[in-house]
């Protein structure tokens, strides 16, 4: 799973059943769940049960997978319950059985056959546009807006950031300090822990960050948070360069507009204006494009412009060139190195132990360095097998594990198990589904990072196993 879909779905796992009740009869939401946060499998087990009208017993899940399988298998079934779109049905002296829910069913039929007068996937404008915006345009604009947000976080740092005529809203301002990614001293903010995170992730996560702080937010700003998120999932099912017509759209979803415009997620020509396009920002919420990656050169690459080639030059003895005048992108490379020379078309520096150490105490991992610098590197470099030099990427790993001394795992603790054959029973069957992390057999304990699954194992046992 990316990292957009991991944290969309971490939000998604947070909310009740009756918020998925009312998210799931909307054809678009039921869609895009199904594309963006379903495993391969996961999409097998819907698609093969959408038109059963009877539950399907657990052991016929076997008939669709092969026998070495089956940790695949449960943690599909297990995804499909977390997002309540499978339930388990009353079987009595029978293998559990599996329904799909409803609404889910429902929408995800209407959303692959067609039909219906929902308006759920927009209703395009039946008007031309006397002044229309060409696809160009909107990612120019999209970008524009975009790297003005970075620009206001990395701003911070010291390198002077000129915004080319974009000003950001107090509004955006206030939920980029809502959400810890910049910190406000007097009238400077100054950027986070959290924000060095978010501006090395690829764009689609770090928009689903910020829409997520939306969200939490949308409570204090009178807002119903299943119709925010409803029109979220509508947006990445838009076409890019078509028109959309507001009159359908609910009061909430109108003043949405107007909040992301901010972001470059839609445009709009006016806040009175009768039509709103969506942007590559928008329409990739719920896709898996890989290509839209982060800050400036990943975004061009995303948005198909002659500017979107990688421009950085990595060598054996840990110097750095950078082909770029891109502000943006040349504080964003300051985090974790030491620049030395600037020219017009050129900065160069040195990956050294301080500048990974300082970048890692900020919050950045070395994952993510090496990460950007591979997606940035330059045509030249991506010739070599790998991309980057091995002592180079070696070492980056290392400066980073000298200051690590302990890893905190969040998870639960299972212990107090009357007999070691249940003890083993238990263990085994976790480390199948892939949530034991720990486990101690003089003791009879055993540590998960998920315990529904589990628990409902002990509970389908013998109680005197228990």
């Excluded at 000129?162 to 000003?167: A, P, Q």
């Excluded at 901010?262 to 009768?274: A, E, L, M």
């Excluded at 198909?304 to 060598?315: A, M, P, S, W």
Aim: aromatic content about 10%.
């Amino acid at each position: 799973m990316s990292g957009s879909s991991l944290r969309s779905f971490e939000y998604l796992e947070s909310l009740p059943g009756t918020v998925f009740n009312r998210l799931y009869q909307q054809p678009s939401t039921a869609l895009a769940i199904f594309r963006r946060m379903l495993t391969h499998l996961a999409k097998t087990f819907v698609m093969a049960m959408l038109y059963i009208g009877h539950p399907l017993p657990v052991t016929d899940f076997d008939s669709w997978i092969r026998p070495d399988s089956r940790l695949e298998r449960d943690q599909a079934i297990n995804l499909l319950e977390r997002l309540h779109i499978l339930r388990v049905t009353a079987n009595p002296g029978k293998p559990r059985a599996y329904t799909i829910t409803n609404p889910f069913l429902g929408s995800l039929r209407l959303a692959l056959t067609g039909g219906g007068n929902h308006n759920s996937f927009g209703v395009p404008c039946n008007t031309s546009d006397k002044h229309p915006i060409s696809i160009p345009e909107l990612d120019d604009y999209a970008r524009r807006q975009w790297e003005g947000v970075l620009g206001y976080m990395v701003g911070s740092t010291g390198i002077n950031l000129v915004d080319e005529g974009v000003r950001l809203s107090d509004g955006v301002k206030r939920l980029l300090k809502d959400g810890g990614l910049v910190k406000q001293r007097g009238s400077k903010a100054d950027i986070t822990q959290e924000g060095f995170a978010f501006i090395l992730q690829e764009v689609n996560a770090q928009v689903w960050t910020v829409l997520i702080y939306y969200l939490d937010a949308a409570e204090e700003m009178n807002m119903d948070s299943v119709d925010v998120l409803s029109f979220l999932f509508m947006l990445g099912s838009l076409e890019l360069g078509q028109d959309y017509s507001k009159a359908t759209l609910t009061p909430t979803q109108l003043h949405m507009l107007d909040d992301l415009s901010d972001f470059g997620i839609v445009y709009q020509r006016s806040s009175t204006s009768t039509r709103f396009y969506p942007t590559r920002l928008a329409t990739t919420l719920t896709s898996d494009s890989g290509a839209l990656r982060s800050v400036a050169a990943g975004f061009d690459n995303a948005l198909r412009t002659v500017d979107g080639k990688g421009f950085i030059v990595i060598e054996t003895n840990y110097r750095v060139y950078a082909y770029t005048t891109s502000q943006l992108q040349i504080a964003i490379l300051q985090l974790f190195t030491r620049l030395s020379t600037r020219y017009p078309n050129m900065v160069a520096g040195k990956i050294t132990r301080e500048s990974i150490r300082r970048a890692v105490g900020m919050g950045i991992t070395s994952d993510q360095i090496i990460s950007f610098l591979t997606t940035h590197a330059h045509p030249q470099m991506r010739k070599n097998n790998p991309v980057l030099p091995p002592t180079v990427v070696d070492q980056i790993k290392l400066w980073q594990i000298e200051g690590e001394r302990m890893k905190a795992t969040p998870g639960f603790l299972f212990k107090d198990f009357l007999t070691a054959a249940d003890y083993e029973a238990c263990c085994k069957y976790a480390e199948e589904i892939g949530v034991r992390v720990w486990r101690n057999e003089n003791r009879r304990m055993f540590f998960v990072t998920r315990h529904e699954q589990v628990a409902a194992y002990l509970k389908n046992r013998p109680k005197k196993s228990v």
